[in-house]
């Protein structure tokens, strides 16, 4: 077993990097175009074999629309940013309510803040970014941010079934 002085060398962050859709208006391109196939699809009969299916185009719209979307998403590399620092950051907005652990409505901007390395942002940033991207995406930042402090790493979870599957087929691990 090693001592403590090589674990501590070989100790680093856990990081994690979240794709964060910076473009709502792609987004919403995208939830339009979906729900427009699916009631084309739902509702469309041909009159003969010759009529071709309204969906053909509207799904090489929502292609178009989902690379654009995709292409908007931005990565964000979110880092441990320590114990002190962490538990300091943690007082700095305690909660009004006993049974919550942290002020929900700052702590999560100062959170992203702080663990943000790239890119690199002030807490005033983080609100800002707040301000343009929806709610969802404001969580995956929360998540990731909240992840690379309280998850433990394991080599074995996540478990991806699609990993093993590819690896499997391709010889490699069962």
């Not at 674990?7 to 339009?32: F, N, W, Y």
């Not at 700095?92 to 901007?109: C, G, M, Q, V």
Request: aromatic share 6%.
């Amino acid at each position: 077993m090693p001592d403590i002085t090589e674990i501590l060398k070989a100790a680093t962050p856990r990081q994690r990097t979240v794709q964060v859709c910076v473009r709502g208006d792609l987004a919403s391109e995208v939830e339009r175009l979906t729900d427009e196939l699916a009631r084309v699809t739902e509702n469309w009969e041909p009159e003969s074999i010759a009529d071709e299916h309204p969906g053909r185009r509207i799904a090489a719209e929502l292609k178009t629309a989902r690379d654009a979307a995709k292409a908007a998403e931005v990565p964000f590399l979110l880092r441990y940013i320590g114990d002190r620092a962490y538990h300091d950051l943690l007082a700095a907005h305690p909660s009004e309510n006993a049974n919550e652990l942290f002020d929900d409505r700052t702590f999560p901007k100062a959170l992203i803040a702080a663990a943000c390395v790239d890119p690199k942002m002030t807490a005033e940033q983080a609100a800002e970014l707040f301000e343009a991207v929806n709610q969802g995406e404001q969580k995956k930042l929360f998540d990731g941010a909240w992840e690379v402090h309280n998850d433990a790493a394991s080599t074995a979870s996540p478990f991806s079934l699609a990993a093993s599957a590819l690896l499997a087929g391709l010889g490699g691990e069962k």
